[in-house]
């Protein structure tokens, strides 16, 4: 009875297992339509400078809505998409998506640096940066109105095609950060390796903060690394007023999190900024 138990748990689990890879397949299926059938939409969340509490930019983050499941979070379709060449098609939506956006912003005189996330695997497309450079270009924005996000959400073995596409953008001055520093697959070869000139510290390192002393171990050294390197350090996740106070305290340069907005809309992210009073973080302690 029992070696039929375990057949039978087997035979669940190996069921479950492959109604998920189904069901992520259709979901697959549906992202080509879903950006032929305007279903993806950016939405913005600011970047504060936590000494003087002002906005001086935002993240650009893809949403889906579905037509029958709803909102799709990008956490359940991006990992997947980069397994194939749909991040390439996600992707190419999200530039021409958000630099239409700062060009449109341009005309109402309301210009903040935008950040735009691209997987490390958009850039082992040799024609990557030239599809980037050509938008905007098409568009009219200034080079340095974007900024890129690389996360390694899966290996990459070719990582000197990587940096050739980085060093074509980086010397048209896009800048170039590395995201979730902490949790993929090689952040510090990354770090050393790629011209990063804004290292973001994981919300997984920063969510406890202060009370949480691994993860202020941390948080710290990360931003002392990038002081090291010569490049500015950006907490993500934060929640709170004493998280951000502690920020302060070890002398990160930036932040973002729900303590000062969700990402929103367009139209909602511009009377956000409109009515926004500086959150500061509390300046340094003594000694
Ligand atoms: P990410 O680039 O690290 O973005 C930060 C994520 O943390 C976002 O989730 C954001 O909504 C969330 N977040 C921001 N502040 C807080 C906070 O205070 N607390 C908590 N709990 N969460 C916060 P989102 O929008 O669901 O995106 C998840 C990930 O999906 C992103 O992580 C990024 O890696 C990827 N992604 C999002 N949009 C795009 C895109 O347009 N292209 C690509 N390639 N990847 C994208
Ligand atoms: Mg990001
Ligand atoms: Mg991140
Ligand atoms: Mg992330």
Request: charged content about 20%.
């Amino acid at each position: 009875a029992r070696a039929n138990d375990r057949m039978l748990d087997c035979f669940v689990y190996t069921t479950q297992v492959s109604e998920g890879i189904s069901a992520q397949l259709a979901l697959m299926a549906d992202v080509t339509k879903g950006i032929e059938r305007g279903e993806f939409q950016m939405h913005y969340q600011p970047k504060i400078e936590l000494k003087t509490g002002r906005v001086f930019g935002a993240e650009a983050l893809i949403r889906w809505h579905h037509p029958t499941r709803g909102w799709v979070r990008p956490d359940e379709f991006i990992p997947n998409a980069e397994h194939s060449t749909l991040i390439l098609k996600i992707s190419e939506f999200v530039l021409r998506e958000v630099i239409q956006q700062i060009h449109q912003w341009q005309q109402q005189q309301f210009q903040l640096q935008i950040a735009i996330n691209i997987s490390a695997h958009d850039l082992l497309q040799p024609g990557f940066s030239d599809l980037l450079l050509n938008l905007l270009n098409e568009y009219n924005v200034a080079n340095e109105a974007i900024e890129l996000e690389i996360t390694e959400g899966s290996l990459i073995d070719d990582l000197d095609q990587v940096i050739n596409e980085l060093l074509k953008l980086t010397e048209a001055n896009v800048s170039v950060s590395i995201d979730d520093f902490g949790t993929g697959y090689s952040s510090l070869q990354y770090l050393y390796r790629l011209p990063i000139s804004l290292l973001k510290v994981d919300q997984v390192f920063v969510k406890g903060l202060p009370a949480d002393e691994d993860a202020s171990h941390i948080a710290k050294a990360a931003v002392v690394l990038a002081q090291k390197l010569g490049i500015t350090s950006l907490a993500e996740g934060i929640e709170t007023q004493e998280c951000l106070d502690y920020l302060g305290q070890i002398g990160c340069d930036y932040g973002q999190g729900y303590l000062f907005s969700k990402p929103l809309s367009a139209d909602d992210f511009v009377a956000w900024y409109t009515s926004y009073e500086p959150i500061f973080s509390a300046p340094p302690r003594e000694g």
